[in-house]
């Protein structure tokens, strides 16, 4: 019996190669056949690294880009200083840094 990975991992061999026949088959810049072709190259990219994971515990040495998915409006309002995998601590004042030195006496 084949497994679900094999499957999925001709679906993205296939798409890849749908993808090349659109890119080679262009008729301008703005190609919904092209578009097209993306589109199906990442879901079979997602389902064949999903169906790794499950089946195997495996992952792949690579990451789609998800920019286009952002909604522009939204990376605008962020704040570019603000890091979230910062340590919630990391925007404390001084003073109250160094009176946890105090409290703890590690100085």
Same mark, same amino acid.
């Given at each position: ?8 991992? +001709? ?14 088959? +262009? +008729? &301008? ?16 990219? =997602? ?9 195997? &515990? ?14 522009? &409006? ?8 603000? =890091?979230?995998? !910062?340590?919630?601590?990391? &925007?404390?004042?001084?003073?109250? !840094?160094?009176?946890?030195?105090? =409290?703890?006496?590690?100085?």
């Amino acid at each position: 019996m084949d497994s679900q990975a094999h499957e999925a991992l +001709r679906l993205l061999i296939a798409a890849y190669e749908e993808h090349l026949a659109a890119v080679l088959a +262009r +008729r &301008g810049d703005a190609d919904v056949a092209v578009d097209d072709a993306y589109d199906s190259l990442a879901d079979a990219f =997602d389902r064949y690294e999903a169906v790794l994971d499950v089946e195997y &515990g495996e992952t792949l040495p690579m990451l789609l880009d998800d920019l286009e998915m952002e909604d522009a &409006g939204d990376a605008e309002d962020e704040d570019p200083d603000e =890091d979230d995998s !910062l340590d919630p601590h990391a &925007g404390e004042d001084e003073d109250a !840094l160094d009176d946890d030195l105090d =409290d703890f006496q590690l100085r």
